[in-house]
């Protein structure tokens, strides 16, 4: 039995359920474009990484996809907002008998393989472990304890989560990755190289 465990969570990319920020700009064939690009990205990162593996879908489990049923175990995710949801992906991790569990987005084009393998050593001498994100939330959690109140009283998806999340944990043993940027607005991609393709319809 292996002792860690990664979650990802992803939505179903579906046009115009995906990047919703980021398809006010370039629109919704682009934002699934890109939104699609980016989960093959990450499970890129994530197959091979040494660790039990879970994809947490948003509205349905697909069971021919790109995350490979070999390797990913593929769940539902359950909770009215992101809070609920994470909480309930930790919660089946740590009653399967994992004893240190990382949760990921699926947006993270900054992100790889040696990113997460160091995170799992940062747990290993630590009870947290925070991914700080440049916009003020988080891109990666991790722990060795089902933790609720990291999930309770959060403003998700605003400047306000990273902070609120270590103030819970401010008397707590916590490690702190390097600050990354993920995928919300065009902003945030416009300047990175593998994503011109997607962006030649709105480039002067």
């Known amino acids: 039995m292996k002792k860690n465990l990664l979650l990802v969570l992803t939505r179903n990319p ?7 920020r980021l398809a006010a700009t ?7 474009d890109i939104y699609t690009f980016l989960l093959q990205h990450t499970v890129n990162l994530t197959q091979n990484l040494p660790v039990e593996k879970w994809v947490f879908y948003s509205e349905e489990i697909w069971e021919d996809d ?8 593929k769940h539902l995710q359950l909770g009215l907002d992101l809070g609920e949801r994470m909480q309930h992906a930790f919660q089946k991790g740590f009653e399967a008998g994992f004893e240190q569990v990382i949760i990921i987005g699926s947006d993270m084009y900054h992100l790889s ?3 997460l393998e160091h995170a799992f050593e940062q747990l290993e001498q630590h009870d947290y472990v925070i991914g700080p ?21 959060k403003k998700w998806g605003t400047d306000s989560v990273l902070l609120d999340t270590l103030n819970n944990l401010k008397s707590e043993n ?4 390097p600050e990354r940027n993920d995928v919300d607005y065009y902003e945030d991609i416009k300047d990175i190289a593998a994503f011109a393709p997607f962006l030649k319809h709105i480039k002067q």
Do not use: H
Not at 26 to 32: M, N, S, Y
Not at 66 to 73: G, K, V
Not at 134 to 152: A, N, Q, R, S, V
């Open 174 to 177: 916590v490690a702190l990755l």
């Open 66 to 73: 790109m995350w490979d049923n070999t390797i990913y175990r």
């Open 113 to 115: 393989q040696s990113d």
């Open 14 to 20: 579906e046009l115009g359920k995906c990047k919703t």
């Open 133 to 153: 994100a440049e916009d003020g939330g988080y891109y990666l959690l991790g722990m060795k304890t089902l933790t609720p109140k990291l999930f309770k009283n």
């Open 26 to 32: 370039v629109g919704d064939q682009a934002a699934l």
